[in-house]
Nanobody
Framework: QVQLVESGGGLVQSGGSLNLSCAAS????????MGWYRQAPGNQREFVAE???????NYADSLKGRFTISRSDAKSTVYLRMNSLKPEDTAVYYC??????????WGQGTQVTVSS
């Protein structure tokens, strides 16, 4: 099994930046996909970005250019750099990980609040 622990959320002013981290432990050798979703109050959980074990990355179209995902396999950690933050980026950000075939394992979530 894989366990995920996120960190780095907080309160930031509009236009600011934040870095999120998600560290995996357990059977990390099985992980191929690591990424982020977010969920704002009253909204469904939405895809943010994903890092694949082959080096590829995927982003939500609306976030390209502002958000950057990176990964350290040596540290079993995925990062999300968020720039030019807007109040509408306010949400709980959830890290996930999964093998090539299988279900997502989720972290507990970290709150990001962007003030106007």
């Amino acid at each position: 099994q894989v366990q995920l622990v996120e960190s780095g959320g907080g309160l930031v002013q509009s236009g600011g930046s934040l870095n999120l981290s998600c560290a995996a432990s357990g059977t990390v050798a099985s992980i191929f996909f690591m990424g982020w979703y977010r969920q704002a109050p009253g909204n469904q959980r939405e895809f943010v970005a994903e890092s694949l074990g082959n080096g590829r990355t995927n982003y939500a179209d609306s976030l390209k250019g502002r958000f950057t995902i990176s990964r350290s396999d040596a540290k079993s950690t995925v990062y999300l750099r968020m720039n030019s933050l807007k109040p509408e980026d306010t949400a709980v950000y959830y890290c996930y990980a999964r093998a090539i075939f299988g279900a997502n394992t989720w972290g507990q979530g970290t709150q990001v609040t962007v003030s106007s």
